[in-house]
T-cell receptor, first 111, second 113 residues
């Protein structure tokens, strides 16, 4: 089975902190994604990576950056956390195409 | 632009009732269509998919048919169980993007014993 592992289930950070969310997949997938999930809005794509060191902005990239130094690892970075970034963050990976496997999510609270 | 509209929840049913969760989409051409399920405390899992018109996706007793004429992909199950309680997301992948998924807002299903 494909396993996508997010490093934290719950995080509480202070406004202005730099926050790192880590994601690792074990199936040698080319594509990795970061989504944000908010009630009533579904999932929205933040960033997408199709190869090591390659990335593309999704629908809501403002306030976020990403890093993919190794194929199996995709990090989401909040440069200066704000309260409107309180949300559930979901990482996903896919070999090709849109059929993605998701991690369990990280619930981030910014206070 | 591309979008997915789902019926608002929560949907509350008794065990063994028939389930329909409506999903309609807006997209050019022939997108691929998906249903994902999120059980409490977990990430999303692919439930079923359909890649062309009139295809029927099915899994775990759930079914959905790709209806191009009505731009719909409604999820159905003949007899729900308590264990089906979850949030269900309809999603599409546009023809012009091989990786992108556009999600609906999700519909919470609660099945009572």
């Amino acid at each position: 089975d494909v396993k996508v592992t997010q490093s934290s289930r719950y995080l509480v950070k202070r406004t202005g902190e730099k926050v790192f969310l880590e994601c690792v997949q074990d199936m040698d997938h080319e594509n990795m994604f970061w989504y944000r999930q908010d009630p009533g809005l579904g999932l929205r794509l933040i960033y997408f990576s199709y190869d090591v060191k390659m990335k593309e902005k999704g629908d809501i990239p403002e306030g976020y950056s990403v890093s993919r130094e190794k194929k199996e690892r995709f990090s989401l970075i909040l440069e200066s956390a704000s309260t409107n970034q309180t949300s559930m963050y979901l990482c996903a990976s896919s070999l090709f195409g849109p059929q993605a496997f998701f991690g369990q999510g990280t619930r981030l609270t910014v206070v | 632009g591309n979008s997915v509209t789902q019926m608002e929840g929560p949907v509350t049913l008794s065990e063994e009732a028939f389930l329909t969760i409506n999903c309609t989409y807006t997209a050019t051409g022939y997108p691929s269509l998906f249903w994902y399920v999120q059980y409490p405390g977990e990430g999303l899992q692919l439930l079923l998919k359909a890649t062309k018109a009139d295809d029927k996706g099915s899994n775990k007793g759930f079914e959905a048919t790709y209806r191009k004429e009505t731009t719909s992909f409604h999820l159905e199950k003949g007899s729900v169980q308590v264990s089906d309680s979850a949030v269900y997301f309809c999603a599409l992948s546009p023809m012009d993007s091989s990786y992108k998924l556009i999600f609906g807002s999700g519909t919470r299903l609660l099945v009572r014993p």
